[in-house]
């Protein structure tokens, strides 16, 4: 794996439709889906070669994890999903590979990424090769709202990690999916910085799989509590 379990356990119902705003019609859902290791890291989770920036040299720490039905829920995630919102390098890594390889077109993957709308975050992208691509270079708050402001469904962000703090710091995700590799790098970018704001987190689904991938979905909670002096 580098794209679920025995030991089910689940808080609630995982709310995959679109949000209510009130008591109308639902409006889309900003989604985020991560493969981090114990220790955070999420840089070259696939081929060792994806991502060596940084003098970073241990890639690949995702791919043979997790079991057929952790596969199984990644496929059904992208499947459910009315567009994709990418960072610039995700974009590129995606477009090079689920956009440009036939193989990998034809995967399940690939196809519900070929065939939703795709929007990417960058002021220096002009020219998008992966077709149905709409580039975000303004206010990207803006853009973002306007796009979750849409009727129903659900707009994914897949690793993608500076777009992905980014969105949570301005209050923009809906559910966040972590996928935990067992696994301790020591090296690499982490999805969370060493400094960065806080936030509180209530737990809508947890799943251990056969090989000890978890999958936890959190949706924000607002700001933790602290113990007082």
Same mark, same amino acid.
Request: hydrophobic share 35%.
């Given at each position: 794996?580098?794209?679920?379990?025995?030991?089910?356990?689940?808080?609630?119902?995982?709310?995959?439709?679109?949000?209510?705003?009130?008591?109308?019609?639902?409006?889309?859902?900003?989604?985020?889906?991560?493969?981090?290791?114990?220790?955070?890291?999420? !840089?070259?989770?696939?081929?060792?070669?994806?991502?060596?920036?940084?003098?970073?040299?241990?890639?690949?720490?995702?791919?043979?994890?997790?079991?057929?039905?952790?596969?199984?829920?990644?496929?059904?995630?992208? !499947?459910?999903?009315?567009?994709?919102?990418?960072?610039?390098?995700?974009?590129?890594?995606?477009? /090079?590979?689920?956009?440009?390889?036939? !193989?990998?077109?034809?995967?399940?993957?690939?196809?519900? *990424?070929?065939?939703?709308?795709?929007?990417?975050? #960058?002021?220096?992208?002009?020219?998008?090769?992966?077709?149905?691509?709409?580039?975000?270079?303004?206010?990207?708050?803006?853009?973002?709202?306007?796009?979750?402001?849409?009727?129903?469904?659900?707009?994914?962000?897949?690793? #993608?990690?500076?777009?992905?703090?980014?969105?949570?710091?301005?209050? *923009?995700?809906?559910?966040?999916?972590?996928?935990?590799?067992?696994?301790?790098?020591?090296?690499?970018?982490?999805?969370?910085?060493?400094? /960065?704001?806080?936030?509180?987190?209530?737990?809508?689904?947890?799943?251990?799989?056969?090989?000890?991938?978890?999958?936890?979905?959190?949706?924000?909670?607002?700001?933790?509590?602290?113990?007082?002096?």
């Amino acid at each position: 794996m580098s794209d679920r379990g025995g030991g089910v356990r689940s808080r609630g119902e995982a709310a995959h439709k679109g949000r209510r705003q009130g008591k109308g019609t639902a409006i889309m859902k900003l989604t985020t889906m991560t493969q981090v290791t114990l220790d955070g890291v999420m !840089q070259g989770n696939g081929a060792a070669s994806d991502d060596r920036r940084n003098g970073f040299e241990r890639g690949g720490w995702a791919r043979g994890a997790g079991d057929d039905e952790t596969r199984t829920f990644i496929t059904q995630t992208y !499947q459910r999903a009315d567009a994709f919102l990418f960072g610039r390098r995700t974009y590129e890594l995606f477009a /090079g590979s689920w956009g440009s390889i036939d !193989q990998m077109r034809a995967h399940p993957i690939g196809v519900a *990424l070929n065939e939703a709308p795709k929007y990417v975050a #960058s002021t220096t992208l002009t020219a998008p090769r992966w077709e149905d691509t709409t580039v975000l270079r303004g206010d990207l708050a803006a853009a973002t709202s306007e796009l979750k402001a849409k009727p129903g469904g659900e707009l994914q962000v897949h690793g #993608s990690g500076a777009l992905t703090r980014w969105l949570l710091e301005n209050d *923009l995700v809906d559910e966040m999916t972590l996928i935990v590799i067992p696994v301790i790098l020591g090296q690499g970018a982490r999805l969370f910085p060493e400094t /960065g704001p806080d936030l509180a987190l209530d737990l809508v689904e947890s799943r251990v799989d056969s090989k000890g991938v978890t999958i936890q979905v959190y949706r924000p909670a607002g700001r933790p509590r602290y113990a007082t002096a």
